[in-house]
């Protein structure tokens, strides 16, 4: 089955400008987390949706925001973009109820803020 | 709040030896699971190996083992016979399980070179 879905691989923007990113989880996995990925914070959570409703949301301001669709696939969005936002943004679903068994991440999208 | 420390930033090792990477956490919580992620130059965070707190045996997933030490809170990655598409940073991740939605916690990470 097809695995977790991240576009656009690569995104280049200018700073004040806004970004939205996809992600199209493994069919039947209905919660979707986020993450960011720096050399200097290393990774850090962002928020989890499950069933359209944001459940949990790490320290992260408010121009960082998020939503889920009825199929389960979820957008994040950064407005106001800035120079430390560049990153590499990792989503990553599972079962509800099974993220025990641990998360299957995408490729993530490769943000560089100019 | 929970922390994960991986005290190797980089490691490496010959093509078919034994290596072993660290990873040490700190949490007052009883029940909880530890997972190992591999990642490699394509980016893709690819599940290694888990195990619950709960349970004693160590987790093994074929050339990938553990050593669970729960009362260090410590939760090392055997690799045995290292391949070179063992090549990849190496995350060691923490998650408390919860009703109203979980979270993986991340160390630092090792990046681990397998050597010809």
């Known amino acids: 089955k097809a695995g977790v879905t991240q576009t656009p691989r690569y995104l280049i923007k200018t700073r004040g400008q806004q970004v939205t990113l996809s992600c199209s989880p493994i069919?039947?996995?209905?919660?979707v987390s986020w993450y960011q990925q720096t050399p200097g914070q290393g990774l850090q959570f962002l928020f989890e949706?499950?069933?359209?409703?944001?459940?949990n949301k790490g320290n992260f301001p408010g121009r960082f925001s998020g939503r889920q669709f009825s199929n389960s696939r979820s957008e994040m969005n950064v407005s106001t973009l800035e120079l430390g936002d560049s990153a590499l943004y990792l989503c990553a679903s599972t079962l509800a109820g099974s993220s025990n068994y641990g998360y299957t991440f995408g490729s993530g999208t490769r943000l560089t803020v100019v | 709040a929970q922390t994960v420390t991986q005290s190797q930033p980089e490691m490496s090792v010959q093509e078919a030896e034994t290596v072993t990477l660290s990873c040490t956490y700190d949490t007052s919580e009883n029940n909880y699971y530890l997972f190992w992620y591999k990642q490699p130059p394509s980016r893709q965070m690819i599940l290694v190996i888990r195990q619950e707190a709960y349970k004693q045996q160590n987790a093994t997933e074929n050339r990938f083992s553990v050593n669970f030490q729960k009362a260090a809170k410590s939760f090392s990655l055997k690799i045995s016979d290292s391949q070179l598409g063992d090549t990849a940073m190496y995350f060691c991740?923490?998650?408390?399980?919860?009703?109203?939605?979980?979270?993986?916690?991340f160390g630092e990470g090792t990046q681990l070179t397998v050597n010809p």
């Open positions: 949706y499950f069933s359209e409703t944001q459940r």
């Open positions: 069919s039947g996995h209905r919660s």
């Open positions: 991740a923490f998650m408390k399980p919860r009703t109203s939605g979980s979270r993986l916690t």
